[in-house]
Structures are given as structure tokens and as C-alpha cells.
């Protein structure tokens, strides 16, 4: 039987999160939390059960969890939530598309989605809460801070080190052995050849 998984957070970026865990063929999707007046709409079929409100109540019933909010400019909100399940005791699993490349010498912290066509080598280190999106490249030895977004078709290359909270937008690509610190969004398209710290 297939396990539970409640989402938080019922956008479009929901809706790619619900195709990869589709294809996992390994959970189940409960429900969706998100505003009050959104409950009981459907997406994608699945129907938003519950606001943040809910969420004490939902720990105690379900195991897994996803945070399905997008994130661009700010990760705070994405923050808050994971920290708040943590401490309940939510499991966070990692969600790996079945058509994404993850080497077997690659780490994955918890709640970290890799979506389709996403390609993780070896060496590299990502951490708990990133969105790894679709046809992200994370070369060789990189590594990606906590509660980070690396956007569609990205490229980070071999061991640069992106720091907790930052946002790569689509198609960005960062020179290899570089830094990028903490908080920082990297618009959709840039070439970064520097640290940014
Ligand atoms: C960087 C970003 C967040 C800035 O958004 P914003 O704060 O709303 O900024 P604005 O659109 O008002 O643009 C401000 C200025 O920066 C410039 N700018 C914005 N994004 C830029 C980019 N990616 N590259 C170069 N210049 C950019 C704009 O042209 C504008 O310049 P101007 O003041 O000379 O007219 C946004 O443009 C972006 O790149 N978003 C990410 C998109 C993406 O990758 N989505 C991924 C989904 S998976």
C-alpha cells in the first residue's frame, strides 16, 4: 500500500510536485493545504483539505509531508513551515523523479524535491527544503545550502558552494568553484562568474 503525503501550498508549483510524486509510484496524496478560501477546490484532482491552521491536527494524522509552495523572492514562508513540522515530528521525505539522474554519491537532506529531467552528480551535497527543478544540472562536488530553489534548466557547476536561502532562476548558470552566500536571487538567464557574497 501506498503511503500519505500532504501538501502544503496548492500553486503551479504544486501541480509539477503532484506529477513527480505521480510517477514516484510511491505515495499517495492525501489532500492539499492552502488559504481557507480555497478549500475543497480541486488541482490536478486532489482536494485542498485544510489551511495552515489545520496543520497540528494534520501531523497527528498523516505521516509524510511536502511543502509544495513556490519560492522566488523570499524563502521565509517555506522556512516556517518546515521548521514548524520538524518540531512536530513530520516525516519530510525526499522525492526523487523517477526520470531524474541522482548518483548514488550525491546526499539529499529532507523535504528536497529533484523533478523531472533533473541531473545530480556525484559528490554533490544538497540540502533539507531545496526545490531542484526541472532540468537543473547540480555538477560534480556542488553543494546546495538548505531551503534553496535551483530553477528550471540551472546549471550550478562543480563544487560551487550556493548557500542557504538563495534562488537560482531558470537557465542562470554559476561558474564552477565559486560561492554565492546566503539570501541571494540570481535572476532567470544570468551568467555568474564571481562569488557573490
Ligand atoms: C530577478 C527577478 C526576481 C526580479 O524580479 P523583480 O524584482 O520583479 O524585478 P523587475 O521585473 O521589476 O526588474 C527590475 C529590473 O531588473 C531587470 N531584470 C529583471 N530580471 C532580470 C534578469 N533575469 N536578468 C537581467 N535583468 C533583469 C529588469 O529588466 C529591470 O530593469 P530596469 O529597472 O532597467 O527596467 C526576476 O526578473 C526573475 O528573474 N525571476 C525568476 C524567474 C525564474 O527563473 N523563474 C523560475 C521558475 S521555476
Do not use: W
Amino acid at each position: 500500500m501506498k503511503e500519505k503525503i500532504i501538501l502544503i501550498g496548492g500553486g503551479g508549483h504544486c501541480k509539477s510536485c503532484i506529477d513527480v510524486i505521480e510517477q514516484t509510484g510511491i505515495f499517495q496524496i492525501a489532500g492539499i493545504v492552502d488559504l481557507p478560501e480555497k478549500l475543497h477546490q480541486k488541482i490536478l484532482g486532489y482536494e485542498v483539505i485544510a489551511t495552515d491552521d489545520d496543520l497540528p491536527r494534520l501531523v497527528n494524522e498523516y505521516e509524510n509531508f511536502l511543502i509544495t509552495l513556490g519560492q522566488i523572492k523570499t524563502p521565509e514562508k517555506r522556512i516556517r513551515i518546515f521548521q514548524a513540522l520538524k518540531e512536530s515530528g513530520a516525516k519530510l521525505p525526499v522525492i526523487i523523479s523517477p526520470i531524474a539522474y541522482v548518483s548514488k554519491h550525491a546526499k539529499i537532506g529532507a523535504g528536497t524535491i529533484i523533478m523531472h529531467h533533473a541531473m545530480i552528480n556525484a559528490g554533490a551535497k544538497i540540502g533539507s527544503n531545496c526545490i531542484i527543478n526541472s532540468r537543473a544540472l547540480i555538477e560534480h562536488d556542488a553543494i546546495i545550502g538548505d531551503h534553496c530553489h535551483i530553477a528550471t534548466v540551472a546549471i550550478i557547476n562543480g563544487g560551487t558552494v550556493i548557500s542557504p536561502k538563495t534562488f537560482v532562476g531558470s537557465n542562470a548558470v554559476c561558474k564552477e568553484y565559486i560561492e554565492i552566500g546566503e539570501n541571494t536571487v540570481i535572476g532567470c538567464g544570468a551568467k555568474i562568474i564571481k562569488n557573490i557574497l
